[in-house]
């Protein structure tokens, strides 16, 4: 999508946040890829190594965060994986409607304050790109949406935290092609439409 639509990004860009070229895991499926992302082990060491939803029983950034004193909390959509895979840790889970409704939430948790580190997740460019393609102007406008709460929340962030370090970060896994036998989108291919992505983070002191 970056590379397709850059423009739909250059608003993290101009409000700070620096962009970091990244590669996915292979096979790039949300819960192989976010399992990575939040422990550090690549897929044969954490355990998820296809679309599967398992609590992982590896440690994660939800292990440490509280042995560091830290308060987590994870909003997501109900079911999704990051709902699921990092369960049975001691953090606050919000098992939420849809995105609107983890947005809603994200911000209530940042304007109380009480956290060390919040996870929200959003899945609506995931669900329409598989519905539909990657690149049609549904999909299109929901990273769009994405951004735009994104922005919204790491103003919050940042404004709730002023003075504090403190760092916030958009954060996708993995990227998407259209799948010639279905005309749909799809991922989890060693191709670069798949597994080249990019993460924005903005750090605060
Ligand atoms: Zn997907």
Redesign the pocket.
């Known amino acids: 999508m970056l590379a397709v639509h850059p423009e739909l990004f250059a608003g993290l860009e101009a409000a700070g946040f620096k962009r970091f070229d990244l590669r996915s895991v292979y096979p790039a499926?949300?819960p192989v890829c976010f399992a990575s992302m939040f422990s550090g082990l690549p897929p044969a060491g954490h355990g998820i190594t296809q679309y599967e939803k398992p609590a992982l029983a590896c440690k994660t950034i939800f292990d440490a965060l509280p042995a560091a004193g830290l308060k987590a909390a994870i909003a997501a959509v109900k079911d999704s994986s990051i709902d699921l895979i990092f369960r049975g840790r001691q953090a606050d889970y919000f098992s939420e409607k849809y995105d609107s409704d983890v947005t809603a939430r994200a911000l209530e948790l940042i304007e109380q304050g009480g956290h060390g580190f919040i996870l929200a997740y959003h899945q609506e460019y995931?669900d329409l790109?598989?519905a539909d393609g990657p690149w049609k102007e549904a999909a299109v406008a929901a990273v769009r949406r994405h951004v735009e709460a994104f922005l919204k929340l790491a103003e919050a962030f940042d404004k709730k935290w002023a003075g504090v370090p403190r760092a916030v970060a958009f954060a996708p896994d993995?990227g998407?092609h259209t799948d010639p036998a279905t005309g749909k989108g799809a991922?989890g291919d060693d191709i670069p439409a798949d597994m080249d992505i990019a993460h924005f983070w903005r750090f605060g002191a």
């Open positions: 499926k949300t995931d790109l598989h993995h998407a991922h």
